[in-house]
């Protein structure tokens, strides 16, 4: 059975909770600190009042530091969307004005250097921002992520352990965003490649990984690290694809190209991926759990499936209400189906029972219910 229809239910999902969120701002939140986006994304409306509010403080007070880079983040993040994080010409000639006045109000600062390390996304020249930011404030826990990204283009292997271990001890990614992303890992077989899209879907894999030793004979290419061509050529390298082949800072064409040629793996898509781009993947991926398995031939991925979420997977945090949970209807719909068809209809009817309660969670059980039913 292929799942190209949950496809279609992951975008649906995606979709309505992204409505679901578009609530009116709270003018609370215009005078809090604006946190990484990655760990809470705000409405467009809520970063576009902040930023008035912020361009407000500056001009207060324009050796307020903390104040420039609310406003730069702000900025920012209001050109950020649920699936991406594109900005327009017009938007980064703003937020280039914005970086200039900083540079003239607070030089050499912290949220000056970690601002011009943002505004590059991600480039090569830029970790020279980022590596002074994490001087002048090492317990600054926003730069840790970025700081084992960079350990990992780099091959640091001392500092891809101490990050991770910051990353853990703190506990910044929670139990159950651990625990999916050991799924996720569950759901690759031996030696396959695994693409994710970001911060909450790769670096607790990279914890998991490092500090655990769970599952390293997995590869991870995150397309968010895409902005640094050290990591195009890393990428290229292992995965025997030539020079050039990918493009810098343009990560979707790049994912065509390494499913397109890396014909020597086992190449498996995050479910966090967004779903335009698992869409123009569709017919052919095939469901194995928290993962789908690219292939051009036909596979019989139910077994697989079955077999990933009965032996391998942890299933101590699915309920909780963390928004990567609404990724697990997309296999548990499926192996509602799957059991039925077999005239198992107690685990068809468990796998129906845990899909309903994550839908009514968030509010998607509307949308779904002839699936459901």
Not at 53 to 70: G, I, K, P, T
Not at 135 to 159: F, G, V
Request: proline share 2%; hydrophobic share 40%; net charge neutral.
């Amino acid at each position: 059975m292929k799942k190209i229809v949950s496809i279609s239910f992951l975008i649906l999902l995606w979709q309505s909770f992204v409505f679901a969120q578009a609530q009116t701002p709270d003018a609370a939140k215009y005078k809090a600190d604006i946190p990484a986006v990655e760990e809470k994304q705000q409405t467009s409306a809520e970063y576009k009042s902040s930023a008035d509010y912020w361009q407000q403080q500056v001009a207060l007070n324009a050796s307020n530091e903390d104040a420039w880079m609310n406003l730069y983040k702000a900025s920012r993040y209001t050109n950020y969307t649920e699936h991406s994080r594109s900005i327009s010409t017009e938007s980064q000639a703003k937020l280039n004005d914005v970086l200039a006045r900083m540079n003239n109000a607070v030089p050499n600062s912290f949220a000056w250097n970690y601002c011009s390390y943002l505004n590059s996304n991600r480039s090569d020249e830029s970790v020279a921002y980022l590596k002074k930011a994490n001087t002048i404030r090492p317990d600054e826990q926003e730069l840790w992520d970025d700081m084992l990204c960079e350990a990992i283009i780099a091959e640091d292997a001392t500092n891809k352990y101490a990050f991770s271990k910051k990353l853990s001890d703190a506990k910044i990614y929670s139990d159950a965003e651990m625990e999916y992303n050991r799924n996720v890992l569950n759901s690759v077989e031996k030696d396959g490649v695994l693409v994710t899209h970001g911060n909450v879907d790769t670096y607790p894999i990279i914890v998991l990984q490092q500090l655990y030793a769970v599952r390293t004979d997995v590869q991870v290419i995150c397309l968010d690290w895409y902005g640094s061509n050290r990591y195009i050529y890393k990428v290229n390298a292992q995965l025997g694809l030539k020079e050039g082949k990918n493009k810098k800072s343009d990560p979707y064409t790049s994912l065509a190209n390494i499913l397109s040629s890396a014909k020597d793996k086992s190449i498996y898509l995050a479910l966090t991926l967004p779903p335009d781009v698992l869409k123009q993947q569709a017919k052919n991926l095939y469901c194995t759990g928290l993962a789908m398995k690219y292939s051009k031939n036909e596979l019989q991925n139910l077994e697989s499936l079955k077999f990933n979420w009965e032996s391998l997977f942890q299933k101590n945090f699915i309920q909780m209400n963390e928004a990567i949970n609404r990724n697990y209807l997309v296999p548990l719909l499926l192996l509602k189906e799957a059991y039925a068809s077999q005239g198992n209809t107690t685990s068809a009817d468990g796998m129906k029972q845990m899909a309903e309660l994550i839908a009514t969670r968030f509010a998607v059980k509307t949308q779904i219910q002839k699936q459901l039913d």
